[in-house]
């Protein structure tokens, strides 16, 4: 009899796409969630058009890529346009997301109902686990930029590439 527990979706592509402005550990926690149930999962990069970036996209691409190194099955990709038309382009069945409080919830549920109405595809939410709930990009870019110490939320890699950008946008 097959173990549940190592049981995957046979043949499922997954897609955990968003800003990662930097990516954290709560991020990299979901990617790593997501790929022990999904054959291969595709780390989108995107551009959020209401918000203002610390990195610019390029930047973004390669932290992440960085970040993610280390995980088989994982790959990382920019989105160009739309998430969905990102999702059909490289036939994944899913969206996955991660969700650490209600209004995380009230947003990612109205996202997954646009993206499910442009192309039917789903959206599946993972809890954020409680040690990486309070991780946000934009808090600690906020605590980063106010020269607070960043460096147990993020890779080495991220909290030099922070300190770096700070220092040459701030001057510190
Ligand atoms: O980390 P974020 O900011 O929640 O990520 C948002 C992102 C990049 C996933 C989202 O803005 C996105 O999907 N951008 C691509 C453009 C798109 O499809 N927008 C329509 C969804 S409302």
Redesign the pocket.
Known sequence: MSDPGQAKSAGVRAVC????DPITHGHVNIIERAAAVFDEVIVAV???TT?NYLFDFDERVALVSDAVAHLPGVSVAP?E????DFCAAHQARVIVKGIRFGSDFDYELQ?SQ??RALSGIETILLPAVSEYGMISSSMLREVAVNDGDISQFVSQSVNAAVRAKVAERHGR
């Open positions: 796409p968003g800003s990662f995107g551009r959020n918000k989105i346009g739309l998430l969905t996202m646009i993206n």
